[in-house]
């Protein structure tokens, strides 16, 4: 399978983002969906995630309550929509997937089998 993440760009505080990641070579069905994201000089952080059948989502502390994660009407599309950007929310972006995640891994990178790259996220302060 093959992700590629979309929508990053370059936004004002205060703005919103949504960006798309879509599977190629299978659908989310079954698995998590979830985004992390890593900023320069910083370590990958977990954002957000989605169980696809269940639709339980799981947030950052850092982003609960701004950012919001959704499926798509296609089986093969997850949305992360940010809301009430901040310059820290500035990073690279990325999308992964994974079938066998339970509650006490989900927020966990290594947890994930497959990732895309990047997408870019500038927050203008």
């Known amino acids: 399978v093959q992700l590629q993440a979309s929508g990053g760009g370059l936004v004002q505080a205060g703005g919103s983002l949504r960006l798309s990641c879509v599977a190629t070579?299978?659908?989310?069905?079954?698995?998590?969906v979830a985004w992390f994201r890593q900023a320069p000089g910083k370590e990958r952080e977990f954002v957000a995630a989605?169980?696809?059948?269940?639709?339980?989502?799981y947030y950052g502390d850092s982003v609960k309550g701004r950012f919001t994660i959704s499926r798509g009407d296609a089986q093969d599309t997850v949305y992360l929509q940010m809301s009430s950007l901040k310059p820290d929310d500035t990073a690279d972006y990325y999308c992964?997937?994974?079938?066998?995640?339970?509650?006490?891994?989900?927020?966990?990178?290594?947890?994930?089998?497959?990732w895309g790259p990047g997408t870019l996220v500038t927050v203008s302060s």
């Open positions: 992964a997937t994974g079938a066998r995640l339970i509650t006490s891994t989900i927020r966990h990178a290594s947890a994930y089998d497959y």
């Open positions: 070579g299978r659908t989310f069905t079954g698995h998590a």
């Open positions: 989605i169980r696809w059948n269940s639709r339980t989502q």
